[in-house]
């Protein structure tokens, strides 16, 4: 009997488990609505500045007098990486704390001492597992996912260009998950700063600049660098709440099946404890007969 007892607090402990990860579920899919219409909402813009910048770019045929532009031999690097506060949400995190480490290594190959990179990160859980490494943290953001807008993004990244322009960074980098649907978030590293200059190609349409190509690339750059920060933290925020909605039904699925096998194990043990029950009536009975 305690064997049974045993069974039925287990699946009672699962089926609270399977309660929690339900609600949990749905919980994530109502913010990843909201979520996904920003991110969607925000891409043909950014799609456009790029394609703006690009334009330009191509037509001045390299030359650009530009701080951003500047190609600096590297030796400090601003690694900008985008996690969650919060965890549940499958291999979303690890996935950047792994990109990041390979990130490392690989200028490491290049004579680059990890001394020498510096992490900028946005959500706790970045945040946690480079200092559990002993990365240099120059900078965390826990809030930002509170204060999801434009302005925000540009004194953020303000901040960056100012020290880009300073020369304290050679190199910046942002290493975060774009989101592709609820189900798919794509690992993504992009350089931020110098802007990298597009490949040849052909200007897709006649451009007249007011007041003057410099002045109009002076205005462009810093707005095309803060929407593709902010575009990253719109991705990261839509792929975690899809990687948490996708985390939450698997576990709620699992959780279910581990009631049916529980069940299935209490009916059989509760069968044979029967069984075993009515044998020992029985011998019992024919013991008295004899």
Same mark, same amino acid.
């Given at each position: 009997?305690?064997?049974?007892? +045993?069974?039925?607090?287990?699946?009672?402990s699962v089926k609270n488990t399977k309660q929690m990860t339900s609600a949990m579920k749905m919980v994530a899919a109502a913010k990843l609505r909201k979520a996904q219409q920003a991110i969607v909402q925000l891409r043909p813009y950014a799609d456009k500045i790029h394609h703006m910048l690009s334009d330009l770019l191509i037509a001045a045929r390299g030359d650009v007098d530009n701080p951003f532009f500047v190609q600096r031999d590297v030796k400090n690097v601003l690694l900008i990486i985008v996690t969650s506060n919060r965890g549940l949400c499958g291999?979303?995190?690890?996935?950047?704390?792994?990109?990041? !480490? #390979?990130?490392?290594? +690989?200028?490491?190959?290049?004579?680059?001492?990890?001394?020498?990179?510096?992490?900028?990160?946005?959500?706790?859980?970045?945040?946690?597992?480079?200092?559990?490494?002993?990365?240099?943290?120059?900078?965390?953001?826990?809030?930002?996912?509170?204060?999801?807008?434009?302005?925000?993004?540009?004194?953020?990244?303000? *901040?960056?260009?100012?020290?880009?322009? *300073?020369?304290?960074?050679?190199? !910046? +980098?942002?290493?975060?998950? *774009?989101?592709?649907?609820?189900?798919?978030?794509?690992?993504?590293?992009?350089?931020?700063?110098?802007?990298v200059m597009p490949e040849?190609?052909? !200007?897709? $349409?006649?451009?007249?600049? +007011?007041? *003057?190509?410099? $002045?109009?690339?002076d205005k462009l750059v810093p707005r095309a660098l803060t929407m593709q920060i902010y575009k990253a933290i719109l991705d990261s925020y839509a792929s975690e709440h899809g990687?948490?909605?996708?985390?939450?039904?698997? #576990?709620?699925?699992?959780? #279910?099946?581990?009631?049916?096998?529980?069940?299935?194990?209490?009916?059989?043990?509760?069968?044979?404890a029967i069984t075993n029950e009515i044998l020992e009536i029985v011998g019992g009975a024919e013991a008295l007969k004899g």
């Open positions: 009997m305690a064997n049974l007892k +045993e069974l039925r607090t287990r699946i009672a291999g979303f995190n690890t996935n950047v704390e792994k990109m990041a !480490v #390979a990130t490392i290594e +690989e200028y490491a190959k290049k004579g680059i001492n990890a001394n020498n990179i510096n992490f900028y990160s946005f959500g706790k859980k970045g945040f946690d597992s480079i200092k559990r490494r002993k990365f240099n943290i120059v900078k965390s953001d826990f809030e930002v996912f509170d204060n999801l807008n434009f302005d925000y993004a540009l004194e953020i990244t303000k *901040s960056i260009m100012k020290d880009f322009i *300073s020369g304290k960074y050679d190199k !910046v +980098e942002v290493i975060y998950n *774009s989101f592709k649907n609820a189900g798919t978030q794509i690992l993504t590293r992009e350089q931020v700063m110098p802007v040849e190609g052909t !200007v897709s $349409g006649g451009y007249v600049y +007011e007041p *003057s190509f410099s $002045g109009v690339l990687a948490r909605m996708t985390a939450m039904h698997k #576990a709620t699925d699992n959780a #279910a099946e581990l009631i049916r096998q529980l069940t299935l194990s209490y009916n059989k043990a509760r069968q044979s």
